[in-house]
């Protein structure tokens, strides 16, 4: 018999098409720029909704062992001189007790089955209810939130008991803001039912109600799993474990920018006073920075004061609220461009920041940071914005001057170490350039 021939060369692989254009414009900023924009196109921005500053309690470390109404008085009082748009109580408004408190004997899940009215408020803490405080807050211009853990015992089972509390705290005191914890997924069933609990409350409040995810522990959806939900609450940072530094927040912040919207990015800034000796001989120590730049390290996106606003001290209150103003007469305009880190990557030591930039490309903002470090000087690249005319530039706040010369690179001087500045750039545009300018952006 014979052999069957052997097999011949294979045959030429068919010719490759031809490489497909780009999903985006703008070369490599234009990525993120399209990240962001996917994102914004699940949950739009709405001014009287995101961006907002809020304040919480738990920052200081004081648990639930301050929570009342008296407290609540003062927290108000003192966040609306701040110039905080929210108020949030954490763990401690609600008549059940948690594993948190400071009182032994709590839960961390099977909230209704250790007491049916777990998400009333405290009786002692609040003989009242809540109420007054909301309306304290709304006469000085303050909005309230809470903190909420959903039930995740059997995989959320009693979603729909959870839903109906959030609703009702939301129609009956007008509480918009509620920090979502305590999250325990452990199956798929469970990521499901906390997915419905979302929706029928977002449904059902016309998407007013806001969640912020902590994402700081266990196993929780937040930067890709639950995008048109709310803002992510990044971290859990503080002075008392000597874990908070401002350079880390900023660096977590320009890291993720690339690939979060910072608008969705809940990131905190502390009461640098506390705990100064820990920080012994820190040159990064939060002592080191003034109140503003820690407020800025965080403005670009949704800013959280980590702490009691009551306790601050005046000279900090000041000057934080100073720069507050300034960044709610433009926060809209910053949140409505797309936001992009610019610079080296913090480090403490590096010069560094963000821009954000306006969808017709003719306007900007821009906040850089020098760091510890002896370049008085700063050369930073300025994304996608119109060379079609003349740029002009208004500094805001901070120290220092910025200007932005023809080939398209911010320069600024920032006089001291640990400094920072915002300014807003606007091009005029030339008439003769015009027809070009629209044909680039078609």
């Known amino acids: 018999a014979r052999r069957p021939p052997r097999p011949g060369p294979p045959a030429p692989a068919p010719p490759r098409p031809p490489r497909a254009g780009r999903a985006y414009p703008g070369g490599g900023l234009g990525c993120p720029a399209a990240r962001h924009t996917y994102q914004r196109a699940l949950r739009a921005y709405a001014p009287d909704r995101d961006g907002m500053l809020l304040s919480n309690t738990w920052g200081d470390r004081s648990q639930d062992g301050r929570v009342n109404h008296a407290f609540l008085r003062q927290e108000v009082a003192a966040a609306a001189k701040l110039g905080v748009d929210v108020v949030q109580i954490d763990d401690g408004w609600q008549r059940g007790r948690t594993a948190n408190s400071v009182n032994k004997g709590g839960v961390w899940e099977g909230f209704y ?66 920090k979502i914890d305590g999250v325990k997924l452990r199956t ?192 930073l690249d300025m994304p996608l914005l119109s060379d079609a005319g003349e740029r002009e530039v208004e500094i805001l706040a901070g120290d220092g001057s910025l200007s932005l010369p023809e080939n398209g690179r911010l320069t600024a001087t920032i006089p001291d170490m640990r400094g920072f500045l915002f300014a807003q750039i606007t091009v005029s545009r030339r008439e003769e350039a015009d027809e070009g300018f629209q044909e680039r952006q078609i």
């Open 188 to 379: 798929k069933r469970g990521e499901r039912n906390l997915r419905r609990f979302y929706d029928r409350v977002l449904a059902e409040s016309a998407g007013r109600v806001v969640f912020d995810h902590d994402v700081t522990a266990e196993v929780r959806p937040g930067y890709f799993g639950c995008i048109d939900v709310g803002p992510i609450f990044v971290e859990n940072r503080y002075t008392d474990w000597h874990r908070y530094w401002p350079h880390a927040t900023l660096r977590n912040l320009w890291k993720l920018a690339r690939y979060i919207e910072p608008l969705r990015l809940r990131m905190e800034f502390l009461n640098h006073t506390r705990n100064v000796p820990l920080y012994a001989g820190d040159a990064l120590a939060p002592a080191a920075y003034s109140p503003a730049y820690l407020f800025a390290t965080v403005m670009f996106a949704s800013p959280l004061g980590w702490f009691e606003a009551s306790h601050l001290p005046d000279t900090y209150k000041n000057e934080a609220a100073s720069l507050v103003r300034v960044w709610k007469a433009h926060r809209q305009e910053i949140f409505s461009g797309c936001i992009f880190p610019i610079g080296e990557p913090p480090d403490g030591t590096a010069w560094t920041g963000f821009v954000s930039v306006a969808a017709d490309r003719a306007s900007a903002y821009a906040l850089l940071f020098r760091e510890r470090n002896d370049r008085a000087h700063g050369f």
């Open 113 to 178: 089955q250790a007491d049916p009215d777990f998400w009333t408020p405290h009786p002692q803490r609040f003989p009242q209810g809540l109420a007054p405080l909301v309306e304290d807050a709304k006469e000085q211009g303050l909005r309230f939130g809470l903190w909420f853990a959903p039930d995740s015992t059997d995989d959320f089972a009693r979603w729909e008991q959870d839903a109906a509390t959030i609703l009702h705290l939301h129609r009956s005191l007008s509480i918009d803001y509620f």
